[in-house]
């Protein structure tokens, strides 16, 4: 494969990605059905950021948040039945189990971890010793603007944190069994080891409690955009859209087969950062994983990081040195 140049990199040249935007399907059909594809994603967006900046006290809580994102990925567990990306990606019940147990892992073990040692719990100890005073200007400025804020600064954080995954080896080791994923449906970015998962959720989210309405606000962000990235589902997304935010088209080429297209489109929510920073491909791939497509099982997912932490440590410290011979 001779790949496309995309600045200083070539993509494609291991495994098949699409590159551009004007190369990627589009949603065909009735006027209608190409309406409700391009319309869906800001019509979601638009309606939950209604919510919750109109929501009386009473139901602007976490518990209500929690309760939307379920049935969220519901509906739109209900669209990949329907409306497949790719045939190839269609969810079985043993994809669907898996995902499941991933999923019921970050609700109990890891939430139970993260209150004890995550990013709530340091943040608590900073807030004793800091003066609150000194936000007073953050909480005078519009609401939607401090939601924004909210977002995008734990999204710069998750991005320098997923890029230094693929940069730094004893990171790597923690965020690869997500790569080994071979398919995208709503609910696998729940999948990985419970190591990575703990890293990648660490953020200043906390800061923020003061402003719940805020970060409720901030947290649709993530639900109505970040959720598309692992989504079995073709849109027919707006340049706007495309243009600020990540996609599933954006994802897809991050866990392609293809080394260099899989060192792009770090980001959650905000594709710009990557933009910014000079790791955004436009495109999408359809072949996704590991080992020409190996599914990692749930197994060898737990134990990964420290099998092959073992391994390294024994290659680079563990080599007998050689005897002489009498």
């Given at each position: 494969?001779?790949?496309?140049?995309?600045?200083?990199?070539?993509?494609?040249?291991?495994?098949?990605?699409?590159?551009?935007?004007?190369?990627?399907?589009?949603?065909?059909?009735?006027?209608?059905?190409?309406?409700?594809?391009?319309?869906?994603?800001?019509?979601?967006?638009?309606?939950?950021?209604?919510?919750?900046?109109?929501?009386?006290?009473?139901?602007?809580?976490?518990?209500?948040?929690?309760?939307?994102?379920?049935?969220?990925?519901?509906?739109?567990?209900?669209?990949?039945?329907?409306?497949?990306?790719?045939?190839?990606?269609?969810?079985?019940?043993?994809?669907?189990?898996?995902?499941?147990?991933?999923v019921g892992l970050g609700f109990t073990v890891l939430r139970l971890v993260d209150s004890y040692i995550?990013?709530?719990?340091?943040?608590?100890?900073?807030?004793?010793?800091?003066?609150?005073?000194?936000?007073?200007?953050?909480?005078?400025?519009?609401?939607?603007?401090?939601?924004?804020?909210?977002?995008?600064?734990?999204?710069?954080?998750?991005?320098?944190?997923?890029?230094?995954?693929?940069?730094?080896?004893?990171?790597?080791?923690?965020?690869?069994?997500?790569?080994?994923?071979?398919?995208?449906?709503?609910?696998?970015?729940?999948?990985?080891?419970?190591?990575?998962?703990?890293?990648?959720?660490?953020?200043?989210?906390?800061?923020?409690?003061?402003?719940?309405?805020?970060?409720?606000?901030?947290?649709?962000?993530?639900?109505?955009?970040?959720?598309?990235?692992?989504?079995?589902?073709?849109?027919?997304?707006?340049?706007?859209?495309?243009?600020?935010?990540?996609?599933?088209?954006?994802?897809?080429?991050?866990?392609?087969?293809?080394?260099?297209a899989s060192r792009s489109n770090y980001s959650n929510t905000w594709i710009i950062i990557d933009r910014m920073f000079?790791?955004?491909?436009?495109?999408?791939?359809?072949?996704?994983?590991?080992?020409?497509?190996?599914?990692?099982?749930?197994?060898?997912?737990?134990?990964?990081?420290?099998?092959?932490?073992?391994?390294?440590?024994?290659?680079?410290?563990?080599?007998?040195?050689?005897?002489?011979?009498?």
């Amino acid at each position: 494969m001779a790949g496309v140049r995309v600045g200083n990199r070539i993509i494609g040249a291991q495994a098949p990605v699409t590159v551009g935007w004007e190369n990627i399907p589009k949603v065909e059909g009735g006027p209608l059905k190409r309406l409700f594809f391009t319309c869906f994603q800001p019509a979601m967006l638009f309606a939950l950021i209604a919510f919750w900046f109109y929501a009386p006290n009473s139901i602007a809580k976490a518990s209500t948040a929690i309760g939307i994102g379920v049935g969220f990925k519901l509906l739109l567990l209900g669209l990949e039945w329907l409306a497949p990306r790719h045939e190839s990606w269609r969810l079985t019940w043993k994809e669907l189990a898996t995902d499941l147990f991933y999923v019921g892992l970050g609700f109990t073990v890891l939430r139970l971890v993260d209150s004890y040692i995550g990013d709530g719990a340091m943040i608590e100890a900073v807030q004793h010793v800091l003066s609150w005073d000194k936000f007073a200007w953050f909480m005078g400025l519009p609401l939607l603007l401090q939601a924004f804020l909210i977002s995008f600064v734990f999204d710069f954080g998750q991005y320098w944190m997923h890029r230094g995954m693929h940069n730094w080896y004893p990171l790597w080791v923690t965020h690869a069994p997500h790569h080994y994923i071979t398919q995208l449906n709503v609910n696998k970015g729940a999948v990985g080891n419970p190591v990575e998962l703990f890293l990648i959720g660490l953020g200043v989210g906390g800061f923020f409690d003061f402003l719940p309405r805020a970060a409720l606000l901030a947290g649709t962000f993530g639900l109505a955009v970040g959720t598309y990235q692992h989504i079995n589902v073709r849109f027919n997304s707006p340049k706007w859209w495309r243009f600020l935010f990540n996609t599933t088209e954006h994802h897809s080429v991050h866990h392609s087969q293809d080394f260099e297209a899989s060192r792009s489109n770090y980001s959650n929510t905000w594709i710009i950062i990557d933009r910014m920073f000079g790791t955004c491909v436009d495109g999408e791939a359809e072949l996704l994983g590991m080992e020409g497509g190996r599914r990692m099982s749930i197994r060898e997912t737990m134990v990964y990081p420290f099998s092959e932490s073992w391994k390294a440590i024994k290659e680079r410290f563990g080599r007998r040195v050689a005897m002489p011979a009498e």
